[in-house]
């Protein structure tokens, strides 16, 4: 099995051929299963935010709206404050329930805390740990707070944690204590604006006393469970989601309380979520998914949310949404695509009698993973499409419509998609179907960035025309579906995480033989792309095994197994522009074995 | 690729050479036999995905991905394939 549209130059290549699979026509659904989107053309002349939005309560005495209070207080307050609203899977086996009620006060503690450690509205909060409760605890403690939230993926090195932290000008990071003597101690000196650290012991009785060391379980003991939420305003600053262009450093997407309103609403209408329901998001909370879905969407909607912490093993997995009844499931593609190698066997060897809807995000879901979900649990994969800047699903498959495989499908009701060419003045509509064209969304949803933290030229640039330009391009067919063709630059997609190359070669370029550098993706069946690089060395140097992997054992240390490149060739040479930019596409073209004539698409637009 | 190592040192080596490749900046000498692989080197899924099937094709073994718990730590490793190459 090969991923289908790995890059521009495949898609172009399979351009013209138009071999679709045929679609998964949805059977009527039985009485009590009537998915909560019925009837696409209804739901989209029914539908606005500001309708969703007064669904949602608002803060008490009409002073706002505060994201944690919208997924966890407001429950409470209606009487749900027994309900399972988190059931966490520890990595040892264990398991732990935490109810709506339990939930409100530990992040009323947590709140309080960060009062005690000066902590204002509109300061940074940063978390760097897995999948355990505290990272939940933090993120919705810090929403109350009135502070913005930064979630760094556990498995990034030292220097995505630095680069983050450093742009973000984080005030306090909240780590376990392996992960801050692992990573973050080293960086301290170079980080005078992070006050202070809020560390979790890795066992009870661990911790840490040293200077700008605050224990977690001690603070929290220490704190009141009394806390009045910060009164914060629909447009006030909640969440920060750094993701990686072409060039530069990381940005930092910044989205509003508002977002709520897009969470709970997506959260309804693309993965059909309905009180009763269990479900599980397999994304971390490093990534923006792990946030909207796998943190705020479920709670907000009231339905219990299963924390797994064990990273993906087939066996386990599929023991969890047998043993859980997981009912609405939200996966990845890689994930996806591993369990297509592990096999149907595997998975029917369990039971699912519980399983009602099956989503994926992250990058295009392949048409064979779609329809094998079909054949392996008796359900297709139920593709969508987002990204970090637009923080909530925008254009899915519903539960309702039947699946053309392959496709992301159909703009969220509320969601105005289109398909544009860029021009010298900004951004033209092609509204003819079938037509290539970078992938555009009319501004004005609750859970769009807001900016880029600290670069409003960055950010004005996404804009023009009157659209957010995606820097997806695909095309729509004559019934609105949407088919991914490819990136529009050079980020890498692994695993669903956007890999800036910019980052990698930047770690490269640190190891003393290396005298340029260049990373890209390749076509992987399992994740999507695996990072590749490419360098020259200094004079002096040999190319050897043992220097090839010192160079890939420094970019492992400095950059993390997330980001690091997998493999690494030497070159006598990297191909450039005549301005002297390094010509990636080139290199990927010629890694792929692609004839000549395709090169002259190879150049991102800059 | 040369004989098969079977049990003992040679597995062992075996096993040892494909971690330094997957994840060379690791200082393997440390590595504790029953300390989970991915946590204490920095292995990701894929990183997992590639050690295994490193691990099917020098020892010439097919590893099903139900037994990928089985090899999730050095002992592990060692009693697994030990007993599936002997």
């Known amino acids: ?606 | 690729m040369s004989a098969q190592p079977k049990t003992g040192e040679g597995l062992r080596e075996t096993i040892l050479g494909i971690l330094a490749e997957i994840a060379p900046e690791a200082d393997l000498s440390r590595l504790k036999p029953e300390e989970n692989l991915r946590d204490a080197l920095d292995i990701d899924s894929l990183d997992f995905l590639h050690f295994a099937s490193r691990l099917e094709q020098r020892l010439s073994i097919r590893i099903p991905e139900t037994d990928y718990r089985k090899i999730a730590t050095l002992a592990g490793c060692l009693g697994y394939l030990g007993s599936k190459t002997s």
């Not at chain 1, 240390?557 to 990636?584: H, N, Q």
């Open chain 1, 1 to 606: 099995m090969t991923s289908q549209r790995s890059g521009r130059f495949v898609a172009k290549r399979n351009h013209g051929m138009k071999t679709r699979w045929a679609p998964i026509v949805k059977s009527r659904p039985s009485q009590g299963a009537i998915p909560n989107l019925e009837d696409y053309a209804k739901a989209w002349s029914t539908f606005s935010w500001d309708a969703a939005r007064r669904e949602l309560a608002g803060l008490p005495g009409g002073g706002g709206l505060n994201i944690a209070y919208e997924a966890v207080d407001r429950h409470v307050d209606a009487g749900r404050g027994g309900s399972v609203a988190l059931r966490w899977l520890g990595k040892d086996g264990a398991i732990h329930d935490y109810t709506f009620g339990q939930i409100k006060s530990l992040t009323d503690r947590f709140a309080n805390v960060l009062g005690g450690l000066g902590v204002r509205k509109g300061d940074r909060v940063f978390a760097l740990c897995g999948r355990i409760p505290e990272l939940y605890v933090a993120a919705l403690g810090t929403l109350k707070r009135g502070a913005i939230f930064c979630p760094l993926f556990s498995a990034f090195g030292p220097e995505p944690i630095r680069s983050r932290l450093m742009i973000g000008q984080a005030k306090v990071l909240v780590t376990t204590e392996s992960l801050y003597r692992r990573k973050v101690e080293a960086l301290r000196d170079a980080l005078p604006f992070l006050e202070r650290v809020v560390v979790i012991a890795d066992a009870p009785g661990g911790g840490g006393s040293a200077p700008g060391i605050v224990d977690y379980a001690r603070t929290m003991e220490e704190a009141s469970e009394r806390f009045a939420i910060a009164p914060t305003a629909a447009e006030d600053p909640a969440l920060l989601h750094f993701t990686s262009g072409t060039t530069g450093f990381p940005k930092g997407a910044l989205h509003v309380h508002d977002a709520v309103v897009a969470h709970y609403a997506t959260g309804r209408l693309a993965l059909d979520m309905k009180p009763g329901d269990v479900f599980w998001c397999t994304a971390d909370p490093g990534w923006v998914t792990g946030t909207s879905y796998g943190i705020i969407a479920p709670l907000v909607n009231g339905v219990m949310n299963l924390v797994v912490e064990a990273e993906f093993d087939a066996d386990l997995w599929l023991e969890i949404l047998e043993r859980e009844g997981v009912s609405v499931w939200y996966t990845a593609p890689t994930a996806i695509r591993m369990l297509v190698k592990a096999g149907s066997a595997l998975v029917k060897a369990h039971r699912y009698p519980r399983l009602r809807f099956m989503g994926s995000v992250g990058e295009p879901l392949n048409p064979e993973a779609v329809v094998w979900g079909q054949e392996a649990f008796g359900l297709p994969f139920h593709d969508n499409w987002w990204q970090t800047e637009t923080g909530g699903i925008m254009i899915a498959n519903f539960a309702s419509m039947d699946i053309r495989p392959g496709s992301m499908g159909r703009a969220l009701p509320g969601i105005e998609a289109a398909i544009v060419r860029r021009t010298k003045n900004g951004a033209e509509e092609i509204r003819e179907p079938e037509a290539d064209g970078e992938l555009a969304l009319r501004p004005g949803w609750p859970s769009m960035f807001r900016a880029y933290w600290n670069e409003p030229e960055r950010y004005r640039k996404c804009f023009a025309g009157g659209f957010y330009l995606t820097g997806d391009l695909a095309r729509r067919d004559a019934d609105g579906y949407f088919w991914f063709v490819g990136r529009s630059d050079d980020v890498i997609k692994s695993s669903g995480h956007l890999i800036g190359p910019f980052e990698v070669e930047s770690a490269l370029l640190e190891h003393p033989a290396v005298a340029e550098a260049a990373a890209i993706g390749l076509p992987d069946p399992v994740a999507g792309e695996l990072v590749k690089a490419f360098v020259t060395l200094k004079s002096g140097f040999e190319a050897s095994p043992e220097l090839q992997l010192r160079i890939l054992g420094l970019a492992r240390s400095r950059l993390g197994a997330a980001v690091a490149p997998k493999d690494l060739e030497f070159r006598s040479a990297l191909p450039r522009t005549r301005s002297g930019k390094i010509m990636r596409r080139l290199l990927k073209a010629q890694a792929l074995g692609l004839p000549e004539g395709d090169l002259s698409t190879l150049e991102a637009p800059s």
